[in-house]
């Protein structure tokens, strides 16, 4: 008993520790780690007898060379938790100040946080190759994995259909920018000149997000009609017919697939349709148009005698959804720069399910926790190869026992709470 | 005029016919009951006015235009508001979120708002907050706000779904049992809380209740139901002495 109560007290003191540090101080500290990085990174790992810099905060080098693990670890604690700890909490009192004052305009320092979020991204990822590809994928995940919480988690009707719609607006995406901007074999000369591409690139996008939004479309019509398990076969069936149909369209290049679209999904290009996509879709689900989901979720009928268009906010949800999909799917297409139907099929949707219920339903934290921690998980542990494959699917039953509903579920997003200056005791 | 009229509204489930030639007149601010023993068709005559089912014959108008084959959401937005016998509360929203909802057929800023967050937006959903409180208060729920609903003992979730009805502004609101399961200290509580709302909004009531005590002290007028058909209407006085009705509830042998 006294044992536990110190444990107690230790506990809240710990907490208390952190709670007085501002995200802005957070944020300015991961700035000076992986600036410290940039600068230190190559003569650290002389000193530690490192291969090189570690990737990804050292597990794959852990998980290759078991010997390297004590200096991996130093490495990590030296770049970056230590400068991080230090900073926070040394400079929470002016931070707390300046964060009170940003946030007197809290829209300015709101993008002032994300602005900043995104430099240390940035440096972070200049480092090497595979840490720009690994971070894009991510954010790619992440808006794929939000737009799936909007429909199973919010809405709570089990769709199956999201591959589909990522092939819709990668194919969408992938076929408007090889005809407008690439002079190809394939599909002739470019329309435009290349310089106006980048510009056009979100253009591109919002085509391949309207093409899957349209075909949400398709599948809400039969499938709204009533509840039950109807949306979930339907939308099962229309990810293969997707996946056969682009299969079978020669002019799409069949299974052999598209290939050589422009690198128009830069870092900080994906960076920007992630952060329009937590934000819209932040907004959906925190207005009562959007509760409306839940409402519609929780009991139909009474949603329906308080005067919720059931339906309609329905198909909004779905094709709005599915929208995100599409452009998650044009996104992943120019930055892998080639795309085949067979991405799209059913292992894709195993992913995305679980990111989506490992992460919590109805939950944007959720959403960018599943995503992002499951994907560093999938790159972090590819030394062990096969079993990659029976370390995360145990993760998730795990979760699955101890948090039916997932890590994080229903948690409202609130930016304004995050980015309040935070009370220091006296 | 009067405000909810139904004429010879008779409704089949298959070959069983559950409501027989139902008539019913409201007049704005009146309060009307509906008594019946279990399975007459009550909540059945409910679920017809408020379009969750069809009748298959009759009907129905409300504020003179017909709402028979409207949906739900519609006749809801056209002023019939409703709570439910088995409390149909959203168990994963607040209680202020659930009073907000019910304003969903009067939002104006549309999807962009609700996108993209725009000042009149932001505007909107602080006057249906305003609201919302205003009405938490008047049921002496307001501190609950923040609570998910399934956390509240059941006679505040009543009151909850109380709230919810009159944040849709109706003109008549419908009540299934809104007593059912409360104790005598709830049940004062709600019987004060109908009599106020009738005066503060001036809307019509028509209660569905088992607890003859209080439709007969709430009611102006009572129908009774036995197997789908009104066998007595009148005002409380002539039901408690009707014989017919006395057999309906208690049985022929102990009247004779």
Redesign the interface.
């Given at each position: 008993m006294e044992v536990k109560n110190a444990n107690l007290t230790k506990n809240s003191k710990l907490r208390g520790f952190f709670s007085q540090i501002p995200l802005l101080a957070w944020i300015i500290g991961g700035l000076i780690a992986v600036w410290l990085e940039h600068l230190a990174g190559d003569r650290l790992t002389d000193i530690l007898m490192l291969p090189k810099i570690p990737v990804l905060f050292g597990f794959v080098t852990m998980l290759k060379k078991p010997l390297l693990i004590p200096s991996s670890v130093i490495y990590v604690l030296l770049i970056y938790l230590l400068p991080v700890f230090i900073f926070a909490r040394l400079t929470r009192s002016p931070l707390n100040k300046l964060a009170a004052a940003l946030f007197k305009v809290p829209w300015l320092s709101a993008v002032i946080h994300i602005v900043l979020f995104y430099a240390i991204l940035h440096i972070w990822a200049d480092i090497s190759a595979y840490r720009v590809l690994t971070l894009r994928l991510t954010l790619v995940a992440v808006i794929l994995t939000l737009s799936l919480n909007l429909i199973n988690g919010y809405m709570g009707e089990f769709s199956c259909s999201h591959p589909g719609f990522m092939a819709l607006g990668a194919y969408m995406a992938s076929v408007l920018s090889l005809v407008l901007f690439v002079s190809d074999r394939h599909f002739g000369e470019a329309v435009l000149p290349a310089i106006s591409g980048p510009f056009l690139f979100h253009l591109v996008l919002i085509g391949g997000g309207i093409a899957a939004a349209l075909g949400a479309l398709v599948i809400a019509v039969p499938s709204f009609r009533t509840r039950g398990d109807y949306l979930a076969i339907i939308s099962l069936a229309f990810m293969f017919i997707v996946k056969s149909m682009i299969e079978n369209m020669e002019f799409l290049r069949g299974p052999r697939g598209l290939s050589g679209q422009p690198d128009y999904a830069t870092l900080p290009v994906v960076f920007t349709w992630t952060v329009l996509c937590v934000w819209t879709i932040n907004n959906f689900v925190r207005s009562t148009l959007g509760k409306a989901l839940n409402a519609v979720r929780d009991d139909e009928m009474a949603a329906d005698a308080m005067t919720v268009n059931t339906r309609q906010t329905k198909m909004v949800a779905f094709m709005f959804g599915a929208f995100w999909a599409g452009v998650a799917g044009g996104l992943f297409a120019h930055v892998l720069r080639y795309v085949n139907p067979g991405t799209f099929s059913i292992q894709k949707l195993a992913e995305v399910l679980a990111m989506v219920y490992f992460g919590g339903l109805n939950s944007v934290y959720g959403s960018i926790v599943g995503a992002v921690s499951l994907s560093l998980l999938g790159e972090a542990l590819r030394p062990l190869e096969i079993f990659k494959w029976i370390i995360i699917p145990l993760l998730l039953i795990l979760v699955m026992i101890y948090r039916p509903t997932g890590l994080i579920a229903f948690k409202e997003f609130n930016v304004r709470n995050l980015i309040r200056p935070k009370q220091e005791p006296e | 005029m009067a405000l909810l009229r139904i004429e010879n509204m008779t409704h089949y489930f298959g070959g069983l016919r559950a409501v027989h030639n139902y008539n019913l007149d409201i007049e704005p601010g009146q309060v009307r009951g509906l008594i019946g023993p279990n399975g007459a068709g009550k909540t059945t005559i409910f679920n017809l006015i408020?379009g969750?089912y069809q009748p298959s014959k009759g009907k129905i108008t409300l504020g003179g235009s017909g709402i028979v084959g409207l949906?739900?959401?519609q006749i809801?937005?056209a002023g019939l508001?409703?709570t439910?016998q088995d409390l149909?509360?959203?168990?994963?929203?607040t209680v202020l979120?659930h009073v907000?909802?019910?304003?969903?057929?009067?939002?104006t800023?549309g999807?962009i708002?609700?996108?993209?967050?725009t000042p009149k937006?932001r505007r909107e959903?602080a006057e249906?907050e305003e609201r919302a409180y205003h009405l938490l208060g008047m049921m002496g729920i307001a501190h609950l706000a923040d609570q998910v609903v399934v956390n509240l003992p059941y006679g505040a979730q009543r009151k909850v779904e109380m709230a919810?009805?009159l944040s849709?502004e109706p003109k008549i609101l419908f009540l299934d049992e809104p007593t059912a399961g409360m104790n005598p200290e709830e049940l004062r509580q709600m019987m004060e809380i109908i009599r106020q709302v009738r005066d503060a909004f001036g809307l019509a009531i028509f209660l569905i209740e088992h607890r003859l005590k209080m439709v007969m002290e709430l009611c102006e007028r009572i129908q009774t139901l036995v197997f789908g058909e009104v066998i007595a209407e009148g005002t409380p006085e002539e039901i408690q002495n009707n014989p017919k009705v006395i057999e309906a509830y208690l049985g022929k042998e102990i009247v004779e």
């Open positions: - | 408020t969750i949906h739900p959401h809801a937005s508001g409703r439910f149909r509360l959203w168990r994963h929203m979120e907000k909802m019910a304003r969903y057929s009067k939002i800023y999807l708002g609700a996108f993209f967050g937006r959903e249906i919810r009805a849709m």
